[in-house]
């Protein structure tokens, strides 16, 4: 019976995951998180002191694709110019039906979950966990806000 179950959940959770990722439900356009999350990168940067006291700038750029494909930069940028720039690749989806849990599946990395706090054509502010953050609402969990780039 707990096997049953067990499967049973397994299924749904395929299902909602992938509820969201349909190739005609991207390319219909007609639903506003979709069309907001993958027709812009977002990017999130933010000024550190380094250790000589001088400053750079760190920075994250994720690109999410209408295929459930995706990729994200991560880089600094040091007073002098000099650069240092990361990519990683993911495969994403959605966790539930009102498409509200991001899941990534990153390179390297792992699984990581994005719950939209906030989202609109030049901002999103989520709250990124380890665990789906909707299923675990104990988790520990950190907020991040994004503002919009063009492609």
């Known amino acids: 019976m707990k096997k049953i179950a067990s499967l049973l959940y397994l299924l749904l959770v395929m299902i909602s995951v992938t509820s969201c990722a349909e190739d005609d439900y991207y390319d219909s356009g007609e639903d506003d998180i979709i069309y907001a999350l993958t ?13 000589d006291g001088s400053m750079a700038e760190d920075y994250s750029i994720w690109n999410f694709d209408p295929d459930g494909r ?18 990683y690749y993911f495969r994403w989806g959605f966790t539930n039906p009102t498409c509200s849990v991001i899941y990534m599946n990153i390179q390297v990395y792992g699984d990581c979950y994005w719950l939209i706090d906030t989202l609109s054509p030049d901002w999103l502010g989520i709250w990124q966990a380890p665990f789906d953050p909707v299923m675990n609402p104990g988790i520990d969990r950190t907020y991040y806000s994004f503002e919009a780039i063009q492609k």
């Open 39 to 51: 027709s812009v990168r977002w990017l999130n940067s933010y000024m550190v002191v380094l250790p």
């Open 70 to 87: 995706g990729y994200w930069t991560t880089g600094v940028e040091y007073e002098d110019g000099y650069y240092e720039e990361d990519t």
